[in-house]
């Protein structure tokens, strides 16, 4: 059974509310669903329960769970990438963007030291770059599969 500081292994498949997957670890499924990489590996997810490696909810939803152990976990917004906080969509100059190279379009998605952000809206002078995790206000559903434990 799984307990806190236990190294898991698990296989999963990440869903928003309405079905959509997002992520998951079975290359199949990401076939299906048209989330297919080839630059990743599809393998089970390896991690330390109560490490903070993974979002708060999936943590909880593992603890307790057997080896073979099937379980759907939904875990509201508070417990995975947090709600969406309007004060971190900012504005920048467009011309400041277009002065590193950048022409600026609704949804693009930028790169900084902040990590991935998006172009959530424009107007005439400026780009609203949005700072939330794309899944920040969503609650999400993950089935998970439970394939081995082991201490560390």
């Known amino acids: 059974m799984v307990n806190e500081g236990d190294t898991i292994t698990v296989n999963y498949i990440g869903q928003l509310e309405d079905g959509t997957i997002f992520d998951t670890s079975l290359e199949d499924i990401a076939k299906e669903a048209g989330q297919y990489n080839p630059a990743r590996e599809y393998s089970p997810l390896g991690f330390t ?4 490696q993974m979002i708060k909810g999936f943590d909880n939803g593992v603890i307790g769970m057997e ?9 509201p917004a508070a417990e995975a990438y947090g709600e969406y906080d309007e004060e971190l969509v900012q504005p920048i100059e467009i011309n400041h963007l277009k002065e590193m190279g950048i022409e600026p379009e609704v949804g693009m998605p930028l790169y900084t ?3 991935q952000v ?6 005439d002078t400026h780009a609203f770059i ?19 434990i082991g201490q560390e």
Request: hydrophobic residues 40%; charged residues 15%.
């Open 67 to 75: 080896i073979g152990e099937e379980r759907t976990v939904t875990i």
């Open 113 to 115: 030291q902040h990590g």
């Open 130 to 148: 949005d700072y939330n995790h794309h899944l920040a206000g969503k609650t999400l559903v993950f089935k998970i599969t439970l394939v081995s």
């Open 118 to 123: 998006t172009v959530a809206k424009m107007n």
């Open 49 to 52: 329960v109560g490490a903070g």
